[in-house]
Each structure stands twice: as structure tokens, then as C-alpha cells.
């Protein structure tokens, strides 16, 4: 399987995660109120399945474009009289 490897100068990797995990959400307490627990997921766990579903989601993104431009194509070419 291919890998895509990104260098993160270590000066900077704690503030990524941070902007990363607390843009899209993260939470350091999960539960309730009355019974808060600690996230069993890191920061770098969350900032890394968040970093996936956006690469996921652009392929959706080009198929649904792909697929789009596919359909007004095939409408383009119904002859109607």
C-alpha cells in the first residue's frame, strides 16, 4: 500500500494537532456531566482519522463532479423532437 509522508518540523507538531484536533472537534473529557471520562483517542489518533476523512471525502467530491458531468452528457445527447 502507498504511504503519504508528511515532515512536521518538531517545533510545530503539538500546535497541528492542537489546531487540527480542536478544529474539527476534539474532546478531552467524553461522558456525561455527572460521569466525564478521558478520550481512550489522542489528539494525533483524532487529527489523523480527521486528515483520512477529508482525503475520503475529496475522492467523493471528484466522483460526484466526474459522475455529475457524466450525467449532463448523457442528457446533452437525448434528442427531443
Known amino acids: 500500500m502507498a504511504q503519504i509522508i508528511i515532515n512536521i518540523p518538531d517545533d510545530k507538531v503539538q500546535e497541528l494537532l492542537a ?6 472537534g476534539y474532546e478531552t473529557d467524553i461522558g456525561t456531566p455527572d460521569n466525564p471520562q478521558a478520550n ?3 489528539r494525533a489518533q483524532f487529527s489523523k482519522r480527521q ?3 477529508w482525503m475520503k471525502n475529496q475522492l467523493k467530491i471528484k466522483k ?3 459522475s455529475s458531468i457524466q ?3 448523457a442528457v446533452s445527447q437525448i434528442e427531443l423532437t
Open 51 to 53: 486528515m483520512i476523512a
Open 64 to 66: 460526484d463532479r466526474e
Open 40 to 42: 481512550p483517542e489522542s
Open 19 to 24: 489546531a487540527i484536533s480542536d478544529n474539527y
Open 71 to 73: 450525467n449532463a452528457e
